[in-house]
Every structure is written in C-alpha cells, then in structure tokens.
Nanobody, 124 residues
C-alpha cells in the first residue's frame, strides 16, 4: 500500500506563484511516473503535468511555460512549481503515482495510487 499526500495549495492573486508537493510513502519496488491532475469547478479532471522515472516531463498546453514539474527520487516527492497563475488555474490539484512491483514468478505488476488533493484558488 502506498500513501500519497499533496500539500502547498492556497489562495493567490493572479500573476502569483505556488509550489505544490506530492509525497509518496509505503511499499514500492519502483516509483515510476508521478502525475499532477486538476479538477476545476464544473470541469472534468485533466492531466496538468507528468514526470517519468528518468525525469522526462510532459505538460498540458494550458500550463506549458508557466508550470514546472520535477521530482526528488531520494524522498519520493514530486513538485509542481506554478508561476504566473491565472483565475482559470483554480482547481483541486491531485497527484497520482504509478508504482511497479516485482513478481516472484517474474515480470512486473503496476498499480496507481491517488492523493486527496490540495485546493488552489487564484483570485484578486
């Protein structure tokens, strides 16, 4: 079982910055991809940014150039640095982690775990 906890959300004015953290703990053979999603009021959940085990990153078009995702493999923590925030960025931000487990008979199984989310509100 893996526990995922997000933190760092809050209220910020347009143009401001926040840094979110996603900490994973528990039994893991390998922590693979770490993803940031968000769900705004009345909107569907959308993928914001992701970072792979080797550090490869992907971003949604709406945040490219403003958000940066990075990770600390020693502490199993991912970060989302959000700059130049806009009211449209208001949402609950959730982290999901993809965990790999070695199987006794060979091969690998995977499981995805989610955190509870952290609220980000951008408003003047």
């Amino acid at each position: 079982q893996v526990h995922v906890v997000e933190s760092g959300g809050g209220l910020v004015q347009p143009g401001g910055s926040l840094r979110l953290s996603c900490a994973a703990s528990g039994t893991m053979d390998r922590l693979n991809t770490m993803d940031w999603y968000r769900q705004g009021p009345g909107k569907q959940r959308e993928l914001v940014a992701s970072i792979g085990l080797g550090g490869r990153t992907n971003y949604a078009a709406a945040v490219k150039g403003r958000f940066t995702v990075y990770r600390d493999s020693m502490t199993y923590t991912a970060y989302l640095q959000m700059n130049n925030l806009e009211p449209e960025d208001t949402a609950v931000y959730l982290c999901s982690v993809d965990v790999l487990y070695n199987q006794a008979a060979g091969g690998v199984s995977r499981r995805t775990y989610w955190g509870q989310g952290t609220q980000v509100t951008v408003s003047s």
